[in-house]
Nanobody
Framework: QVQLVESGGGLVQAGGSLRLSCAASGRTFSTYAMGWFRQAPGKERDFVAAVSGSGAYAYYADSVKGRFTISRDNAKNTVFLQVNSLKPEDTGVYYC?????????????????WGQGTQVTVSS
């Protein structure tokens, strides 16, 4: 079992930035591919970004490319999502997810563990 706890969400104005964090339990964090997903009110949960176990490879949804950056610190069992140039449409609950393999995963059903989410609200 892996437990994930997100933090760092909040209310920001359009154009602002946040740094989301996801702290993971366990001793084998570097073996897990990690992902971030988000869910806006009334919409499905969508893929945002993913990073391989080593942190060497990352992939982003088209809607966030150039604005968001995913990274990880395996020594601290933490994955980050730096969100810049925020838009109102970025509003939603951001979820951290883990998969028990090191290769990148892009789809919700490919992840095994999920955090409780952290709310990001972007005002216009």
């Amino acid at each position: 079992q892996v437990q994930l706890v997100e933090s760092g969400g909040g209310l920001v104005q359009a154009g602002g930035s946040l740094r989301l964090s996801c702290a993971a339990s366990g001793r084998t964090f570097s073996t897990y591919a990690m992902g971030w997903f988000r869910q806006a009110p009334g919409k499905e949960r969508d893929f945002v970004a993913a990073v391989s176990g080593s942190g060497a490879y990352a992939y982003y949804a088209d809607s966030v490319k150039g604005r968001f950056t995913i990274s990880r610190d395996n020594a601290k069992n933490t994955v980050f999502l730096q969100v810049n140039s925020l838009k109102p449409e970025d509003t939603g609950v951001y979820y951290c997810a883990a998969r028990g393999t090191s290769g990148l995963r892009l789809r919700e059903y490919e992840y095994d563990y999920w955090g409780q989410g952290t709310q990001v609200t972007v005002s216009s």
